[in-house]
């Protein structure tokens, strides 16, 4: 069984705007983080989540960080990837499509369990976990047809 090389006009429609508006959305968001904490600048607190300065609300956010930034380097790299036609560019658009499904989830659960419904950290998060779904569908469906 081989699969066809998919070529940037294989994209499903909307994909890598998609992709690029969430990975820079997601590093943008850890640089301005880290530049708060670093005392760089100050975010006013009506820009923070609830309970921010709580210690371990702040460690639950920043356990995200690794997480964010591996699935937008994987995205970033995959989208290059594809761009080339190489083989590996859908393994990796999947992997951070994948990863960022798992962000929005982990937040929501979190938010969830705490009772804390603010629709302002709500609608980001259930953005991150409907998306991805709806693209990984499609890809599944682009793999389907193109394996010979």
Partial sequence: MTTKILRPNDWPAGLPALLLFTDIGFLLYWSVTAL???GVFHLPPEYLFKNY???LVFAWNWSFMPLDVALSLAGLAGMSLWRRGHPAARSLVAFSLALTFCAGLMA???WTITGDFDLGWWLPNL???VWPLIYLLKLARIQAQTTI
């Fill in 127 to 129: 953005f991150l976990l």
């Fill in 108 to 110: 929501i659960a979190f």
């Fill in 53 to 55: 300065n709580n210690p």
């Fill in 36 to 38: 708060h904490v670093a």
